[in-house]
């Protein structure tokens, strides 16, 4: 368990904890600490963006021809609406990010909210398995550490002696 790859470089190394000397390790395992924080605080975004997708999507499931003519509330920002009136409910206009908007049918705005979900599904994923290998990284260097202190510790009681 001491010797732990580093799949994140194209070229696989191999680093052997135990050839590290204490202030080494401490640096790594802060490094991977970070690494994990960075990692966490990206699958929060990432949970969020999913979530208004999948809103996004069920909210056209509720459009239906017979509600054209119909009043809605048009959301501005996050907290502001304003009225607005359904005059087409076959096409629909939808955020496609960075102040860009599209018109698209509705079923075809339905697929578009679905395959965003779908890639935001699979970045969550893999963040999460990168996540996985840090975590194990970090927990070997922390064994390491511990056993270095432990070893270190007969030294130092000799010494006083």
């Known amino acids: 368990m001491s010797e732990v790859s580093m799949t994140e470089t194209p070229n696989l190394r191999k680093v052997d904890l135990t050839t590290l000397n204490l202030q080494q390790l401490t640096v790594l395992r802060q490094q991977l600490d970070q690494e994990l924080s960075i990692f966490q605080d990206s699958l929060q975004t990432l949970k969020i963006a999913q979530s208004k997708f999948q809103e996004s999507g069920s909210c056209l499931e509720k459009i239906t021809p017979s509600m054209e003519g119909n009043e809605i509330l048009v959301p501005l920002t996050g907290s502001m609406y304003v009225v607005g009136k359904l005059v087409d409910t076959n096409n629909v206009l939808i955020d496609i990010g960075t102040g860009y908007y599209a018109q698209k049918k509705v079923p075809d705005a339905k697929d578009y909210f679905d395959r965003r979900v779908a890639y935001v599904t699979e970045q969550m994923e893999k963040i999460q398995q990168l996540g996985l290998e840090k975590?194990?990284?970090?927990?070997?260097?922390?064994?390491?550490?511990?056993?270095?202190?432990?070893?270190?510790?007969?030294?130092?009681?000799?010494?006083?002696?």
């Open 135 to 161: 975590s194990k990284v970090r927990d070997a260097t922390m064994d390491v550490i511990e056993m270095k202190l432990q070893n270190q510790m007969p030294k130092d009681d000799a010494e006083r002696l």
